[in-house]
């Protein structure tokens, strides 16, 4: 047992009794790239998910993100609901991390594997009422950070390769990385230009999942079971919860991206401006996504423990830039 895995289990230690599994299962990552440690467990109130964030994780930000799946939870079942240690706390400190408990909520993260329509429009539905939900205490005013999170990494990106580079990696990577290049200095000097229109803009800002894509969507059948994972949750425009979600299950299939803001528009408004917005968000994140990779791999060597969904979520962003020709 690793020093990580005796870690989780004294946390969970701390929880009542019924939350109290035996063998906690080690999931590392389990494919994501944010840092957090993952173990499923099964305890007598059912299957559970010990998460251990990374370090730097802060008290402010885990009390603001538990304070919306709480009252979230209260109206949508797809919401994981989070447990309470034994002195009613929901999150808690150990050797250096924050730890929490939640449900493990049922279903598959599949869409891509069978993309229906009922899916398609179940996932923009639920992703409605989550704004619904979260934007009931009434929405403040001001820059939309979406717009200004593009715009500093197409500035401040430095993709300029060290020498030596390709000594430090793979040939996968090495391959991809020769490949991206020319796209990155086709498109992203377009990048102010498509947000021209929002780069001075105010709008709406509400909590947003701000990193809602394929794998943090569960379905049984053609039923949304579950939206996962909300780490990245901040105040922004709604705009970029639909860039994010549309751009990870349609790419740039007009029709997906149709079917879906009709099926957020059945629960929620939505502006042509917002629409727009999205369209232009996603795109810009694809390539800020694109850049990101290479910066990660080429310039900062940084480790990651899964080096294959890597290699997979960097040729998915470079299929989608190679598909939209020249900038």
């Known amino acids: 047992m690793s020093p990580l895995d005796h870690c989780a289990c004294a946390v969970l230690a701390r929880y009542p009794s019924l939350l109290r599994p035996s063998h906690p299962i080690a999931l590392g990552n389990r494919g994501g790239f944010s840092g957090a440690r993952l173990w499923r467990a099964d305890s007598a109130a059912g299957p559970l998910c010990l998460r251990a964030w990374p370090a730097n994780e802060t008290a402010e930000q885990l009390a603001?993100?538990?304070?919306?799946?709480?009252?979230?939870r209260k109206e949508l079942p797809f919401v994981p609901t989070l447990f309470a240690t034994s002195d009613g706390a929901t999150a808690l400190t150990h050797e250096g991390r924050f730890w929490e408990l939640q449900e493990w909520l049922p279903g598959r993260a599949d869409f891509h594997?069978?993309?229906?329509?009922?899916?398609l429009a179940a996932a923009c539905r639920a992703l409605a009422s989550l704004h619904l939900c979260w934007g009931q205490a009434g929405a403040s005013f001001g820059p939309l950070p979406g717009?200004?999170?593009?715009?500093?990494?197409?500035?401040?990106?430095?993709?300029r390769l060290p020498a030596g580079w390709?000594?430090?990696?793979?040939?996968?990577?090495?391959?991809?990385?020769?490949?991206?290049?020319?796209?990155?200095?086709?498109?992203?000097?377009?990048?102010?230009?498509?947000?021209?229109?929002?780069?001075?803009?105010?709008?709406?800002?509400?909590?947003?999942?701000?990193?809602?894509?394929?794998?943090?969507?569960?379905?049984?059948?053609?039923?949304l079971t579950g939206l996962i994972d909300?780490?990245?949750?901040?105040?922004?425009?709604?705009?970029?919860?639909l860039a994010r979600m549309l751009g990870s299950l349609g790419g740039d299939d007009e029709p997906t991206w149709q079917a879906g803001l009709r099926a957020y528009r059945e629960v929620r408004p939505l502006s042509q401006e917002d629409e727009d917005l999205a369209r232009e968000l996603d795109k810009t994140g694809v390539a800020i996504g694109l850049l990101n990779w290479v910066r990660w791999l080429a310039v900062e060597a940084r480790p990651f423990e899964d080096e294959g969904a890597v290699y997979r979520r960097?040729?998915?962003?470079?299929?989608r830039v190679e598909g939209w020709g020249a900038a």
């Open 147 to 159: 717009v200004q999170r593009r715009l500093d990494s197409a500035r401040l990106g430095d993709r």
């Open 64 to 72: 603001f993100r538990h304070a919306l799946m709480m009252a979230a």
């Open 230 to 241: 909300y780490g990245a949750v901040k105040l922004d425009t709604v705009a970029v919860d």
């Open 314 to 319: 960097f040729g998915e962003l470079l299929e």
């Open 166 to 223: 390709r000594g430090r990696v793979s040939p996968t990577c090495a391959a991809l990385v020769e490949r991206a290049c020319p796209l990155l200095d086709a498109h992203l000097p377009q990048m102010p230009l498509r947000l021209q229109r929002w780069a001075a803009a105010t709008g709406p800002l509400q909590p947003c999942l701000c990193d809602v894509w394929h794998d943090h969507l569960l379905f049984e059948g053609d039923r």
């Open 113 to 119: 594997a069978s993309p229906t329509s009922a899916r």
